[in-house]
């Protein structure tokens, strides 16, 4: 273990150099690729009861180091959240008030302002996350402290997650699966997503079901909602037979409640409308649904939006299937975010952050694979730098998904070899 750990850092120490990670995408994304070897085997090793918590520990936190050191991510949404929390420091509604509306004229400044992007677009993150980007903005209004910020999340998801082990009377060790993450320790530490304050959540509604709270577990996965739309996925699977009633108003209320300081003074829906009418990148089916619509003439919705609900409902159905079926909580949770984001019209390298948890319990070389694959998407960054034009190249898509399809369809003809216990 401790081999890996040394390899796996020799990989990622050489972007500590760059001062900017998006001006050396290239460099970067092969080095975090080949990152990727020493995790799996880490992950192998892990499963086997092999290291110890110091090494873990360890490897982990030096990783995420490592990544703190440059100045500009991959991403740049980290300025997004700045702005926003400013906003919600002000006493302004960020739902209400695009970045560039100039009710706002008085909090910009030379340093955050300029590079907000989408300026015409308003607030689309959830309450958590404005109150998240509040608290980054109060402490130092700076990307630095943001990503520490969304770096203590992440440790607290690697701690849920070794809880959550514990509880299904695994071995802890197999968190290593988050831990040592190469997307993790890029997107978090490096990009500053937010994306860890759902899967905080999400682990601890799994968790306090583990325990049999379902009252607490679906109160936690509301606070998820809170923080990503994308948690009520999960919401079928957590619900049991004599309370689910109970558990629905409980769910119901904290999300309500959590909009209810932002709806007071306006909608609080923001540009989460436009997020979900308009935004599409990296999707696999979505855009085959889409012009295979056009095709037909005439529709009575656009084929944009008919292609946005035709996948909604087949995600229904998909989700429906799976709380039949008689496999731990884990799994389905699992193959649900996988489902949709093979559904969904956009896919963002840190939008996997949330089924890489759940390969502790439920390992699927083809997520592993998935994990490593998407980050083929970053390719379309370098040409957008420099002419402003977003244009993805189709046969790197194909070979983002390919070996994972390939992969699921293999694994499906094998008997499934379950790594955690079944649902009592």
């Given at each position: 273990?401790?081999l890996s750990?040394l390899?796996l850092?020799a990989?990622?120490v050489?972007?500590?150099?760059?001062?900017?990670?998006?001006?050396?995408?290239?460099?970067?994304l092969?080095?975090?690729?080949?990152?990727?070897?020493?995790?799996s085997v880490?992950?192998?090793?892990?499963f086997?009861?092999?290291?110890?918590?110091?090494?873990?520990?360890?490897?982990?936190?030096l990783?995420r180091?490592?990544?703190l050191?440059?100045?500009?991510?991959?991403?740049?949404?980290?300025?997004?959240y700045?702005?926003?929390?400013?906003?919600?420091?002000?006493?302004?509604?960020p739902?209400l008030?695009?970045?560039?509306?100039?009710?706002?004229?008085?909090?910009?400044?030379?340093?955050?302002?300029?590079?907000?992007?989408?300026?015409?677009?308003?607030?689309?993150?959830p309450p958590?996350?404005q109150?998240a980007?509040?608290?980054?903005?109060?402490?130092?209004?700076?990307?630095?402290?943001?990503?520490?910020?969304?770096?203590a999340f992440?440790?607290?998801?690697?701690w849920?997650l070794a809880?959550?082990?514990?509880a299904r009377?695994?071995?802890?060790r197999?968190?290593?699966?988050?831990g040592w993450?190469?997307l993790v320790?890029?997107e978090?530490?490096?990009?500053?997503?937010?994306?860890a304050?759902?899967?905080?959540?999400?682990?601890?509604?799994l968790?306090?079901?583990?325990?049999g709270?379902a009252?607490l577990?679906?109160?936690?996965?509301?606070?998820a909602?809170?923080a990503?739309?994308?948690?009520p996925?999960l919401?079928?699977?957590l619900?049991?037979?004599?309370?689910?009633?109970?558990?629905l108003?409980?769910?119901?209320?904290v999300?309500?409640l959590g909009y209810l300081?932002?709806?007071?003074?306006?909608?609080?829906?923001g540009?989460?409308?436009?997020?979900?009418?308009r935004?599409e990148?990296?999707?696999?089916l979505?855009?085959?649904?889409?012009?295979?619509?056009?095709?037909l003439?005439?529709?009575?919705?656009?084929?944009n939006?008919l292609a946005?609900?035709?996948?909604?409902?087949?995600?229904?159905?998909?989700v429906?299937?799976?709380?039949?079926?008689p496999?731990?909580?884990e799994?389905?949770?699992?193959?649900a975010?996988f489902?949709?984001l093979l559904l969904?019209?956009?896919?963002?390298?840190?939008?996997?952050?949330?089924?890489?948890?759940?390969?502790?319990?439920y390992?699927?070389?083809?997520?592993l694979?998935?994990c490593a694959?998407?980050?083929?998407?970053y390719h379309?960054?370098?040409?957008?730098?420099l002419t402003?034009?977003?244009?993805?190249?189709?046969?790197?898509?194909?070979?983002?998904?390919?070996?994972?399809?390939?992969?699921?369809?293999?694994?499906?003809?094998?008997?499934?070899?379950?790594?955690?216990?079944?649902?009592?």
């Amino acid at each position: 273990m401790i081999l890996s750990g040394l390899w796996l850092l020799a990989c990622l120490v050489p972007l500590s150099s760059f001062p900017s990670l998006r001006a050396e995408v290239g460099t970067t994304l092969l080095l975090v690729l080949l990152a990727f070897i020493p995790y799996s085997v880490a992950c192998f090793l892990a499963f086997r009861g092999r290291g110890r918590w110091p090494t873990l520990l360890a490897v982990g936190l030096l990783a995420r180091l490592v990544l703190l050191i440059p100045e500009q991510a991959l991403s740049d949404d980290h300025y997004r959240y700045i702005w926003e929390g400013q906003v919600v420091l002000a006493g302004e509604n960020p739902y209400l008030h695009a970045p560039g509306d100039p009710a706002l004229a008085f909090l910009r400044d030379d340093q955050i302002w300029p590079k907000v992007t989408h300026q015409q677009i308003r607030a689309a993150y959830p309450p958590i996350c404005q109150a998240a980007f509040a608290l980054g903005a109060w402490l130092s209004p700076t990307p630095l402290c943001m990503r520490l910020l969304m770096l203590a999340f992440d440790l607290a998801v690697w701690w849920a997650l070794a809880a959550l082990l514990r509880a299904r009377g695994l071995d802890p060790r197999r968190s290593v699966v988050w831990g040592w993450s190469p997307l993790v320790v890029l997107e978090i530490a490096g990009g500053a997503h937010l994306d860890a304050l759902a899967i905080l959540g999400t682990l601890l509604a799994l968790l306090a079901a583990a325990r049999g709270r379902a009252l607490l577990a679906v109160l936690a996965l509301g606070l998820a909602t809170l923080a990503k739309p994308y948690a009520p996925v999960l919401l079928p699977f957590l619900l049991v037979r004599r309370d689910w009633p109970k558990q629905l108003l409980v769910f119901t209320g904290v999300v309500l409640l959590g909009y209810l300081p932002f709806w007071l003074s306006g909608p609080a829906l923001g540009g989460l409308t436009d997020y979900v009418q308009r935004w599409e990148h990296n999707a696999l089916l979505f855009p085959l649904v889409r012009d295979g619509l056009l095709r037909l003439g005439e529709l009575p919705l656009s084929a944009n939006a008919l292609a946005r609900l035709s996948l909604l409902a087949v995600l229904a159905v998909c989700v429906l299937a799976l709380w039949r079926r008689p496999v731990p909580l884990e799994q389905k949770a699992a193959l649900a975010l996988f489902l949709f984001l093979l559904l969904t019209p956009t896919v963002h390298p840190w939008y996997l952050l949330w089924f890489v948890p759940l390969l502790a319990l439920y390992f699927s070389p083809a997520l592993l694979v998935f994990c490593a694959s998407v980050l083929l998407s970053y390719h379309v960054l370098p040409r957008y730098d420099l002419t402003g034009v977003w244009e993805e190249n189709p046969w790197l898509r194909l070979a983002e998904y390919a070996p994972v399809l390939l992969l699921f369809a293999w694994r499906a003809r094998r008997p499934s070899k379950q790594l955690s216990r079944p649902e009592a």
